[in-house]
């Protein structure tokens, strides 16, 4: 198939998620407001995330799982964002709300979807 706009020819496609899913996605990680439910601990979160998050990674995962990975990023940032509401030590310490997060990691890797997949990194 030949490429109107270039003039070349079409060979391939990477089937991965697209730039406007992605930032879709990221509006409706910041609807949810994770970071403002310090209501809810640790263990409660996942209930109502993880049915979005499996979700995600069964319709855009299920060929180019890697292209889910800044998704997952903006994920674990809005985590610790979470954890330095919820705690006050972690108030004015993003590093150290991170290392909170990779203890939680360390302890319970299944606890998130995105966890589960592989996406365990880049909490800072």
Same mark, same amino acid.
């Given at each position: 198939?030949?490429?109107?706009? &270039?003039n070349s020819l079409f060979?391939?496609?990477?089937?991965?998620?697209?730039?406007? *899913?992605?930032?879709? #996605? =990221? &509006?409706?990680?910041?609807?949810? $407001?994770?970071?403002? &439910?310090?209501? @809810?601990?640790?263990?409660?979160?996942?209930?109502?995330?993880?049915?979005?998050?499996?979700?995600?990674?069964?319709?855009?995962? =299920?060929?180019? =799982?890697?292209? @889910?990975?800044?998704?997952? $990023? !903006?994920?674990?940032?809005?985590?610790? &964002?979470?954890?330095?509401?919820?705690?006050?030590? @972690?108030? $004015? !310490?993003?590093?150290? *709300?991170?290392?909170?997060?990779?203890?939680i990691v360390q302890q319970?890797?299944? @606890?998130?979807? !995105?966890?589960?997949?592989? #996406?365990?990194?880049?909490?800072?």
């Open positions: 198939m030949k490429n109107s706009k &270039r060979v391939s496609f990477t089937p991965a998620v697209s730039k406007v *899913a992605q930032k879709a #996605m =990221r &509006r409706k990680i910041r609807e949810l $407001r994770v970071r403002s &439910r310090t209501d @809810l601990n640790i263990a409660q979160i996942p209930g109502w995330f993880n049915p979005i998050i499996n979700g995600w990674l069964g319709y855009y995962g =299920r060929y180019y =799982r890697s292209a @889910l990975y800044a998704v997952f $990023r !903006h994920i674990n940032k809005t985590l610790v &964002r979470w954890a330095r509401r919820k705690y006050k030590a @972690l108030r $004015r !310490h993003k590093i150290r *709300a991170g290392r909170f997060l990779e203890g319970n890797p299944r @606890l998130f979807a !995105h966890w589960r997949a592989g #996406m365990v990194g880049a909490f800072a």
